[in-house]
């Protein structure tokens, strides 16, 4: 997840810096987020269901 929170930032420098690839590596990065919250909310709910640790 810090991986893709450091690509979100590297977005928004792009797109204050004019770089015309900025507003989709910044995209990228927020879908990314945006699965892995997904993920963790189906992780939790597999350890709530199933009594996982």
Partial sequence: MERAKT???EGVALIKAYA???NAV???AQQKL???A???VVHQ???ERFDIM
């Fill in 7 to 9: 690509e979100a930032s």
């Fill in 20 to 22: 015309p690839h900025g």
């Fill in 26 to 28: 910044l995209s990228q």
């Fill in 34 to 36: 945006d699965a892995l």
């Fill in 38 to 40: 997904e993920l963790s």
């Fill in 45 to 47: 709910l597999a350890i």
